[in-house]
């Protein structure tokens, strides 16, 4: 089967909504075989038994494009720490940092005793 020939029958199939595999599926929507392979193993990916629906593939491409809000109170910390502009990896400075972190809610409270998260 010539590469014209298959690309044809996965667009057809695209139409109709029939499941495709994931090297029909890369043909269909002119992606990479390899972007395809990795795409796979994100989270929420449409694949059931090495199939995916189409109408799901083009559900789960327009969430995955969407912005997300920030996830974690650790990404958000982290990014805080780059906001402001940390220079020095001294103990003090990521220490005053850390406090700062710490009053606005983003980190824990810190523990007694030697001043380390556990």
């Not at 996830?71 to 220490?95: E, F, H, I, K, M």
Request: aromatic share 8%.
């Amino acid at each position: 089967m010539s590469l014209a020939s298959y690309q044809n029958e996965a667009l057809k199939k695209r139409g109709l909504n029939q499941a495709l595999n994931m090297r029909e599926l890369s043909a269909a929507y002119s992606i990479s075989y390899g972007k395809v392979r990795r795409m796979a193993f994100e989270h929420g990916f449409p694949m059931s038994h090495g199939i995916v629906f189409p109408t799901d593939f083009e559900k789960w491409m327009a969430k995955a494009r969407r912005p997300r809000a920030c996830a974690s109170p650790q990404q958000s910390a982290a990014g805080t720490v780059r906001a402001r502009g940390l220079r020095s990896g001294s103990p003090a400075a990521l220490r005053r940092i850390a406090e700062s972190l710490t009053s606005e809610g983003l980190l824990p409270e810190w523990p007694a005793g030697n001043g380390m998260y556990v």
